[in-house]
């Protein structure tokens, strides 16, 4: 199981990296753009967070196959282990395919669709990120499309995962879960939402009560 923070907010990659057993960091243009550094800074700065292990992802920007390829080398030569995200469009499986030849991983993204999905786990993609709550959003199921490519990999590509993102709620992660999808990448914002039923605090509000009624101290003494 791999989880990920989908995020370019190195503090809150700080505040969660030792809480929460991440196994690295998506990032994306619109989320790189929210923040005030750039993404060369953002991923060194991350990665010193993560250590060697954690594993970063960043995007290409260009709409052309080979500026794709470059804009990808580019990144590696800041974060030498760095998971290329490539829109799964025409000119992205062109990319994959090349970067595929390289033997630099790639994720597949911007995934709606379970064909589309497919043809960039042919191409070679390490990862398929279909975009779960974008999906719902638009009227469709997200998770539905999670369990089809989970099948259609497991049927013809099992070298390649699904990467299911996009989230807004605990429960749209929880069913990609149990769906099966074994990688995930969840903004800070939703994966903090797991901790914070309010329920756990008066559970321990009353542990402390009923501790200090009877020893009149609060710690284990
Ligand atoms: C993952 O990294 C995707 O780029 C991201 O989750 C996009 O979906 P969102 O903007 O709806 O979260």
Redesign the pocket.
Known sequence: MEFYL?TADVAAVERLAGVLPIKGV???P?IVARGKSDIYSVLRDMQAIIGTEGQL?A?VMSRDPDVMVEEALKLREVIPSLVV?VPVTHAGLSAIRQLTVLDIPTLG?AVYGAGQGFYAALAGARYI?P?V??IDAQGGDGIALVKELQTLINLHSPQTQVLA???RTPRQVLDCLLAGCRAI?V?PAVAELFLQDPAVEDALNRFDHDWQARFGHADLG
Do not use: I
Request: aromatic share 16%; proline share 0%; glycine share 0%.
């Open positions: 989908d998506t990032t994306n619109s992802f995007q995200k993204t990120a975009y709550n974008r993102a996009s989230f990448t903004d």
